[in-house]
């Protein structure tokens, strides 16, 4: 157990809808970081959050939001949902915004757009 | 930008037998690199990093990493396999500065072993 938490576990909805998903990092851990794993794509970095801050962005669709709340934990949102986004949806936390920081990641939220 | 490459996506090797999956990255700057492991219907776990000094890695459940500068190297090796070792693993760079980084993975190596 990493001490991450991602809810929901799995979520199926369908074309053009919007999701969010939920992210609580490990206590003590401020940065809070966002990846796309699929079998086209592999593993994809979508974006990191330190602090409440937006501070790295990668291969994000505008579709997608993300933000961290005071309280550290963090959503990602996707909206107009097309069959290309079903994936496996992963959060992991570190305890700051170095690159040397060992990354924790939670269990993911499979996403399945019908 | 940084890249990785994995060669192989898939490796298989019998129990006990030596393991080796091979990493190459390609950087500007001194890279950080990593290797994560990850079972089925799991995240990933971290099993190793370099950063700067000793060039031997050594990591969790019996695995290290060299990191080879003049090759842009950074193979994963464990000298004897167990079933337990069955899962993907993941060659990984970051790039950024102290404001904010990326991590970039490789494709993904499955690593198979046979009894």
């Known amino acids: 157990d990493s001490g991450v938490t991602q809810t929901p576990k799995h979520l199926i909805t369908a074309t053009g809808q919007r999701v969010t998903l939920r992210c609580s990092p490990r206590s003590g851990d401020l940065s809070v970081y966002w990846y796309q794993q699929s079998l086209d794509q592999g593993l994809q970095f979508l974006i990191q959050?330190?602090?409440?801050?937006?501070?790295a962005k990668g291969n994000i669709l505008e579709r997608f939001s993300a933000q961290q709340f005071p309280d550290l934990h963090s959503e990602l949102n996707l909206s107009s949902l097309e069959l290309g986004d079903s994936a496996l949806y992963f959060c992991?936390?570190?305890?700051?915004?170095?690159?040397?920081?060992?990354?924790?990641f939670g269990p993911g939220t499979r996403l399945t757009v019908l | 930008a940084q890249s990785v490459t994995q060669l192989g996506s898939h490796v298989s090797v019998s129990e006990g037998a030596l393991v080796l999956l091979r990493c190459n990255y390609s950087?500007?700057?001194?890279?950080?690199l990593f290797w994560y492991v990850q079972y089925p219907n799991q995240g990933l776990q971290l099993l190793l990093k370099?950063?700067?000094?000793?060039?031997l890695v050594k990591g969790i459940n019996g695995f290290e990493a060299e990191f080879k500068k003049s090759e842009t190297s950074f193979h994963l090796t464990k000298p004897s396999a167990h079933m337990s070792d069955a899962a993907e693993y993941f060659c990984a760079v970051s790039e950024g500065n102290t404001g904010g980084f990326k991590t970039i993975f490789g494709a993904g190596t499955r690593l198979f072993v046979k009894a």
């Open positions: 370099y950063t700067t000094g000793a060039t």
């Open positions: 992991a936390s570190s305890v700051s915004t170095v690159g040397t920081d060992t990354q924790y």
């Open positions: 950087s500007s700057v001194p890279p950080y």
């Open positions: 959050y330190y602090n409440g801050e937006e501070r």
